[in-house]
């Protein structure tokens, strides 16, 4: 059974970070590209990050430079260290694997459950 399982979420004051973790299990983790989407009420599911079974890193503008994607293929887990937080990145977000083509697309193979981030201002 495949789980994509998030934490770290929480309230932060705008200016602070979080660290969000996934832990995967039932996959063979270094195989996948893995990303980071989030989605805000009322608003589509943005991809936010995503990086590649070698370890390539590709970021959605409104996050390049406050964000950065890594992940520990020893500990089949990806995290998302997001820095210098504003209120407009507040949304549930979502860790997914599956490949580099499908993680573009929005349809992984797989999708955690979600995880709360609210920036306060």
């Known amino acids: 059974q495949v789980q994509l399982v998030e934490s770290g979420g929480g309230l932060v004051q705008a200016g602070g970070s979080l660290r969000l973790s996934c832990a995967a299990s039932g996959i063979i983790f270094s195989s996948k590209t893995m990303g980071w989407y989030r989605q805000a009420p009322g608003n589509e599911r943005e991809l936010v990050a995503r990086?590649?079974?070698?370890?390539?890193?590709n970021y959605a503008d409104s996050v390049k430079g406050r964000f950065t994607i890594s992940r520990d293929n020893a500990k089949n887990t990806m995290y998302l260290q997001m820095n210098s937080l504003k209120p407009e990145d507040t949304a549930v977000y979502y860790c997914a694997a599956g490949n580099i083509f499908t993680i573009y697309t929005k349809r992984p193979q797989y999708w955690g459950q979600g995880t709360q981030v609210t920036v306060s201002s």
């Open positions: 990086i590649g079974s070698g370890g390539s890193t």
